[in-house]
């Protein structure tokens, strides 16, 4: 064979090396520059899937999940092997064979291109492939050659990076299922209303279908093309070996989804809102990426008896004859939310805290909270009515006046600054002319409230003392403030009550014990708000005084008779009922736990005539206390079986009793060193005494120093000077 004259030197070879050099030299430097935006093999080896922050009871309860997409991981091995064998079966029967990048699938995917002329017929890419433009945003989604080329080196290096389990298990974990539900887990839960691992085979092959084309092949959108989808991976599972033709015969009869899963409904969704709220302004994009564990001060078992008498209560409300407004049912099934504080049907709200440490035990901020986001216990501003009394109250007996000080329940006339007199009425009418400021308070008497908010106390000692108390909104410096005119967020009133039922310790309410990162490093722990507000002598006698309500004041009935809270639980509160009844209110305790509930409208209005705090909040705080102490099943058999032998002089426990409920039935608040007993005489307030009738005298608790030391005498004291003699 002549070979030419010019390839006998050496300059042609040269030169050909050079070209392939140079050409080797520019692919490599392409094929280097291509990916350079792509992920670093430093970011392949850390990364880590988005996902949801999750939010918990006190009690270890998953209450809510917060991500931006809804993800929650599963080990590949708590999967039933026929889940992974789905998705091997039709995205990559190869996989355990490959390096990353399977040729006899991108051959197909080139041959199927030349022939359509496009790249719009897809295939080709590994399982690894796919989870590489999953996990890379770099990477993209469009079908073009470079596209495809990112993808091949980010996979081969996935491929050095991991195992081929550890591959498919961050596949189905991150691959989006439609409707923003992300991995395997959450499409789970949301199509077929289970946990991935008790997916049957037809459900997994469903799965693997959607992850195709997920909009597309969809259940709940394209039922026929998801069908014929979910047979084929069935029909593929069969011919891998996965599954016996009976088997597969059998699967493809399996009926689809035809609708979301009915998932036990959000125990807590204001509450973890207002949670979501809070650390949003912290963490940010962490929150919703990050995997954060948030643990909660909310106890399940009590949010539970919170909905649950909240809803009875409801239901009461609306069942009254004459109620005008419209119904909760009737809105119901609506999707679209009110705007702002526009609910056309009855809202309230209840909140329960541990006033001992603040942390909120319970919250249930409005009736619906697909319909309005809107959370009355921490933003709404409404009149407290006759539930602010107490905060009067306090400032009186803090100022030094005793419990038994008499003030004549008698008309009023106050010249207002517009120049209109103000004529304050009570509840009932009426007039009941001398009193004690214990029966004033335990018969919600407005007459006496005010007297001894302007004459007596003053209304500045009155603000004053609310402030110290937990009021931190504006309140007036008019006599309507001593009945409950201003406006006050209802947790704030809650934790004045707490401040009472913790004698005289205020403490901040607060929702979050802990935030830990996904790896259990401890983020963020709240401290303890505590301040010595009141006195506790003054406390322990607000105390009796609230006690007294329960036990035969505004209070009584609703409580230990409609709800049936027996008498072994100590408890105290107040009742409030505002102008017009457009707001129902019952405040109260028990010695380890402070709730409020809250009626009314939105827009303020008459609930209905004759709505009151006693008829329709009370037996609501009373069935809450009841579920609380003796459990959901607390019928009367129960109540009974409950009585102990040890009892103090009130029938009630001396002891915590355990009866199965969240809590114990807790024992009476003790009686403090500084305070004396005195009998005394209801009209007069003055000692009791054989001069003065027996039937009117009362033991009365006082701060040492306070007490009368004068006996009551009515020898020689006519009746007509006695109602109006100056007290």
Request: charge should be negative.
């Amino acid at each position: 064979m002549n070979v030419p004259s010019f390839l006998k030197t050496p300059w042609p070879w040269l030169a050909l090396l050079f070209v392939v050099g140079v050409g080797g030299g520019m692919a490599l430097g392409s094929w280097q520059n291509l990916c350079h935006d792509c992920p670093s093999v430093a970011q392949i080896y850390t990364w880590e899937p988005q996902q949801t922050s999750k939010v918990y009871s006190a009690d270890g309860v998953l209450l809510a999940e917060l991500g931006i997409e809804r993800r929650t991981p599963v080990p590949i091995r708590d999967l039933p092997p026929h889940v992974p064998q789905a998705f091997l079966a039709i995205e990559d029967r190869r996989f355990y064979r490959h390096n990353g990048v399977d040729l006899r699938g991108i051959t197909r995917a080139a041959i199927g291109a030349t022939l359509n002329r496009s790249f719009a017929a897809g295939g080709g890419s590994t399982i690894t492939q796919q989870l590489a433009r999953n996990m890379f945003e770099t990477i993209g989604f469009e079908k073009r050659v470079e596209r495809k080329l990112k993808e091949l080196q980010v996979a081969l290096e996935l491929e050095r990076a991991y195992s081929k389990d550890q591959i498919l298990e961050a596949y189905m974990n991150q691959i989006n299922f439609d409707r923003g539900w992300y991995g395997i887990q959450t499409a789970a839960r949301n199509y077929f209303g289970k946990p991935a691992v008790e997916l049957n085979p037809a459900e997994a092959a469903m799965l693997a279908a959607i992850a195709n084309r997920p909009a597309y092949y969809n259940p709940l959108r394209n039922p026929e093309p998801a069908r014929q989808r979910r047979n084929l991976v069935l029909t593929a599972m069969v011919d891998e070996g996965f599954l016996s033709e009976e088997e597969g015969e059998e699967w493809r009869e399996y009926p689809l989804p035809d609708r979301r899963a009915e998932l036990e409904e959000d125990p807590a969704p204001y509450f973890v809102e207002w949670v979501r709220r809070t650390l949003d302004a912290r963490y940010g994009r962490l929150l919703y990426t990050g995997g954060l564990e948030i643990h909660t001060t909310l106890d399940s078992r009590m949010q539970r008896a919170a909905r649950i008498s909240m809803k009875n209560g409801f239901q009461t409300l609306e069942a009254r004859p004459g109620y005008p407004h419209p119904k909760y049912e009737e809105y119901a099934q609506q999707t679209t939310q009110f705007e702002g504080t526009n609910s056309p049907y009855m809202q309230g709200l209840l909140v329960a805290l541990d006033h001992k440490s603040g942390e909120v035990r319970a919250l249930v901020g409005g009736r619906d909270f697909n319909h309005s986001r809107f959370n009355r216990v921490t933003q709404a501003l409404r009149q407290p009515g006759s539930s602010f009394k107490p905060l009067v109250y306090a400032a009186a007996i803090n100022s030094g006046i005793p419990a038994s000080h008499v003030i004549v329940d008698a008309p009023v006339v106050m010249p207002q600054v517009s120049g209109e007199d103000w004529r304050p009425q009570n509840f009932t009418g009426e007039f009941g002319g001398p009193m004690t400021i214990r029966a004033a308070l335990r018969q919600s008497i407005n007459m006496v409230a005010i007297k001894l908010a302007v004459d007596e106390v003053g209304l500045e000692t009155v603000v004053q003392t609310a402030r110290r108390l937990g009021i931190r909104t504006d309140i007036p410096r008019f006599p309507s403030t001593a009945i409950g005119a201003p406006d006050v967020i209802p947790l704030q009133i809650a934790e004045a009550y707490g401040t009472f039922a913790n004698l005289g310790t205020r403490v901040r309410p607060h929702f979050i014990l802990r935030v830990e990162s996904a790896e259990g490093e401890v983020l963020w722990e709240p401290e303890r708000e505590r301040t010595e507000a009141l006195d506790p002598l003054v406390s322990r006698v607000m105390v009796s005084l609230l006690e007294d309500v329960v036990i035969r004041g505004t209070g009584y009935n609703g409580v230990r008779n409609v709800a049936q809270l027996p008498q072994e639980v100590p408890a105290a509160g107040k009742t409030g009922t505002t102008n017009d009844a457009t707001d129902v209110w019952f405040a109260g305790f028990t010695p380890d736990l402070t709730a409020v509930v809250w009626f009314g409208m939105d827009q303020p209005q008459r609930i209905r005539t004759g709505a009151t705090g006693g008829g329709d909040a009370s037996p609501v705080w009373g069935e809450f206390m009841r579920r609380v102490y003796y459990g959901e099943d607390a019928d009367n058999e129960k109540l009974a079986a409950s009585r102990v032998s040890t009892q103090d002089g009130n029938g009630r426990p001396e002891g915590t009793v355990d009866v199965g409920g969240v809590l114990p039935i807790p024992s009476p608040w003790p009686m403090l060193q500084g305070l004396v007993v005195r009998r005394v005489d209801s009209l007069t307030g003055l000692l009791a005494s054989r001069w003065c009738p027996a039937d009117r005298a009362y033991d009365e608790i006082f701060i040492s120093g306070t007490e009368p030391t004068e006996l009551c005498d009515e020898s020689g004291v006519g009746l007509f000077d006695l109602q109006t003699r100056p007290w």
